[in-house]
């Protein structure tokens, strides 16, 4: 009897230890697998940060450290076995998520790039147009009606929208040239066309010529027209060995950044990224200046302004004959990005010259200090747009333009907008178009966090006289224009020379 119960307190002891033992094994593959997964997503992650191929050796060595110390932890905590390892394995599969969110944040942070650079496209919008009053709703109803065109500004693209129409219709149109887009306006005001065929960006120039135009008129078909730019460009590594020069253009709406359209501001960039100076020279819209490049007469007189309207390339080559500089980089945005963008990177500081209160006209009012301010996207808005309130109107806003671009260069070149960059990505994709191409644009980053240069920045506008004289764009009006001072002009020309050929600027502020 002693034997038998002897014999059964023994099997369930063996019964037990089978238990724990079965309970132990399967707590160490699990263990096991949380550590494999991790090693796995580890070396995933890596790989995606390399094919961001923004960061430089020592950057990616340091992260590949961070990750094998990390996975270190992991496996010490469940290799003492504390409670089973239990906070190990937790540990474990909690960063494995953070890894995992993180290669999903750069993947898309590396997909926005490609939706903002190599932007080598014009998109011109072509619409159709008749007076408010016609029955006309659709095309089709306008197919015997006589068309108002004109070729003399940017007719390239008026020839495509002709020929795109006559080929939906299937039918040849009665066409009526005229002699500008202000003639057309009238045409179709008076009655002595039907319709008119016109770019959407002169619009605003048909409002200054007929009163009330665009009130007065519907448009009932609209086309796009894409043209690909041949703005020349570089290597990869163009940006990081030889000065270049970038055209910013800040465009007058609200609306999709790659439609053509009036640029209001107007700022070029030149660097040198070996001797790390950078001078930007802002050039009022008004300024009477030649304008050169597809679409236009060349060397026809007209506000800077106007050229935006022929198209990127035009603002360009006008701004590179003016300057005697080669320009192949362009940057746009439109006032809606600048809000985004300074909302996303947390406010902009701006070191502004002058104290000043801005206008209802500009969208908000901000009480400007004279000196250091942090502003908001709005504010920085409102900041950069203000003309009225300014003694020195639109020279001021040009310099202010470039006080709020200076303190955006401060915030982008600082390391820690790494953390940011996925944000910042997804923001910039859907307001900011570029042909710098990603690989450029890698590379430039690369340097700059291999190197943490510091760069010198001046800031320079042209100036001159205001006065009243004709315009290519409006050749039967007297508009307002700035002549630029003859001197201020050489004097920048002779900077730009001085970066260019990798001298010293006499002044500037360093960027850190």
Known sequence: MAKRRRMAEAAARNGKNTIRNSGRTATNRFGSFCLVIQAAVSIIFMIVVMLLN???????????????????????????????????????????????????????????????????????KMAVAVVKEDPAETIEDTVDYNFGVQFQQGGDNIQTAVTNLQEELGTDLT????????????????????????????????DDAVEGFSDNVKIIYEMDIKTELNLGGGTDDTLTKEPFTVYISGIDTYGEVSETSRSDVNIIAVVNPTTHQILLITTPRDSYVPLYGPGVEQGAMDKLTHAGVYGIDTSMETLGELYETDINYYVRLNFTSLIDIVDILGGVDVDSEVAFTTGDESGCIVEVKEGLNHFNGEQALAFSRERHNLEDGDNQRGKNQQAVITGLLKKVISPTMLLKAPSIMNQISKDVEMNITRDQLNTLIKDQLGTNATWTIQSVALTGEGGQDYCYSASSQLLYVMYPDEEDLQSIIDLTNVVEEGGVLPEGEALN
């Open 54 to 124: 923004m960061l430089p050796l020592n950057y990616l060595a340091l992260v590949a450290a961070a990750l094998f110390f990390l996975w270190c932890i992991a496996f010490t905590t469940q290799a003492v076995r504390k409670k089973k390892g239990i906070g190990g394995k937790i540990f474990s599969l909690l960063l494995t998520c953070v890894l995992v969110i993180g290669a999903y944040n750069i993947a898309e942070a590396n997909n926005m790039l490609a939706l903002i650079t190599g932007g080598n496209t014009r998109v011109d």
């Open 175 to 206: 066409l009526t040239e005229c002699d500008s887009v202000q003639d057309q306006a009238q045409e179709l005001i008076d009655g002595n066309v039907g319709a008119i065929i016109y770019n959407e960006a002169y619009t605003e120039l048909m």
